[in-house]
């Protein structure tokens, strides 16, 4: 589960609405909702204690899942960038790439 569907399902798991965690945390409604849906990644690990500590739930789960979603998103941004440069192999060499 991605960060934002994450912080969604505890969000309402608590019955907060977004201004509400917005609120309690220091940010506004707009932010929570970028972080929710995915265009915005978690900014902070103090963020995410604020948030874990805001919705009362196990601390360390936001944190945790925040670094896995970074480093999916790194490694993601990898592969992507290495599918790109093998686009541009010799044309003697493609047929190895596409083998």
């Not at 969000?11 to 265009?39: F, P, W, Y």
């Not at 103090?46 to 601390?59: F, H, Q, Y």
Request: proline letters at 4%; a positive charge; one cysteine or more.
């Amino acid at each position: 589960m991605r960060f934002g569907e994450l912080l969604k399902t505890y969000r309402k798991a608590a019955r907060m609405t977004q201004r509400d965690l917005g609120k309690a945390i220091g940010v506004t409604k707009d932010h929570v909702c970028r972080v929710e849906n995915g265009s915005k990644p978690p900014s902070s690990r103090r963020l995410c204690e604020a948030i874990e500590k805001a919705l009362g739930i196990p601390s360390g789960n936001l944190v945790q899942a925040a670094r896995e979603q970074v480093a999916s998103d790194a490694a993601e941004a990898a592969l992507e960038a290495w599918e790109r440069s093998t686009d541009r192999l010799p044309k003697h060499l493609w047929w190895e790439k596409n083998s």
